[in-house]
């Protein structure tokens, strides 16, 4: 399985604080994607990084990519309440394989 | 802003009854995907659908599940004869294009399943 693995499950963090989470796969990827989902709602689509890419940058996220270490993090800087949501990484394999999401970190931003 | 819409947001209903759920894709998308996530767990793949048949599906999708593209708008997913760990939530998906292609999936806001 490539599923994506995320870490740490839950972060507490205060208003204006950086947020890092970190999420690990298994197998060779296209592509790497972190997603959003806000309590009992979809997912929205983030950023995307390629495997050619080790780093990707988008307003307050910061996206890098180790494929060496099959590992992936996701920055968000100066954190607003509005940030507090639960986290997926998602990995996009090769032709067939769909994406799999990982389970998950739940980031609270206490204001 | 495009979006894909899901009917119903939530659907109860008794352990052995069919249930479907609708979406609609967003509409110059080809690829058409369903997953679900347990309370508070993670998002499982059931089904990928492209060019009006199924491209992938995961061990979840059983023969009591069936998609379907009835006309060129509405996806729906069906369960057969539901269980009461069916109750989920169930998120439709779709995307520009497949992989190995850099085309992020545009999520529904869902159908929360409940079996009693």
Redesign the interface.
Same mark, same amino acid.
């Given at each position: 399985s490539q599923q994506g693995e995320e870490d740490p499950q839950a972060l507490s963090i205060q208003e204006g604080e950086n947020a890092t989470m970190n999420c690990s796969y298994k197998t060779s990827i296209n592509n790497l994607q972190w997603y959003r989902q806000n309590s009992g709602r979809g997912l929205v689509h983030l950023i995307l990084i390629r495997s050619n890419e080790r780093e990707k940058h988008s307003g307050r996220l910061r996206v890098t990519l180790d494929t060496s270490k099959k590992s992936s993090s996701l920055l968000i800087t100066a954190s607003r309440a509005a940030d507090t949501a639960s986290y997926f990484c998602a990995t996009g394999g090769n032709y067939g394989q769909n994406f799999v999401f990982g389970p998950g970190t739940r980031l609270s931003v206490l204001p | 802003e495009p979006e894909?819409t899901q009917t119903p947001s939530h659907q109860v209903t008794q352990m052995g009854q069919e249930v479907i759920l609708r979406c609609v894709p967003i509409s110059n998308h080809l690829y058409f995907?369903w997953?679900r996530q347990i309370l508070g767990?993670?998002?499982?793949?059931l089904v990928?659908f492209y060019n009006n048949e199924i491209?992938?599906k995961s061990e979840i999708f059983d023969d009591q599940f069936s998609v379907e593209r009835p006309d060129g708008s509405n996806f729906t997913l069906k369960i057969r004869s539901t269980k009461l760990e069916d109750s989920a939530m169930y998120?439709c998906?779709s995307s520009y294009a %497949?992989? $190995?292609t850099?085309s $992020?999936?545009?999520? %529904?806001? %869902?159908t929360r399943l409940t079996v009693t």
């Open positions: - | 894909v995907y997953y767990q993670k998002v499982e793949f990928s491209s992938e998120f998906a %497949g992989q $190995p850099n $992020p999936l545009h999520f %529904g806001n %869902g």
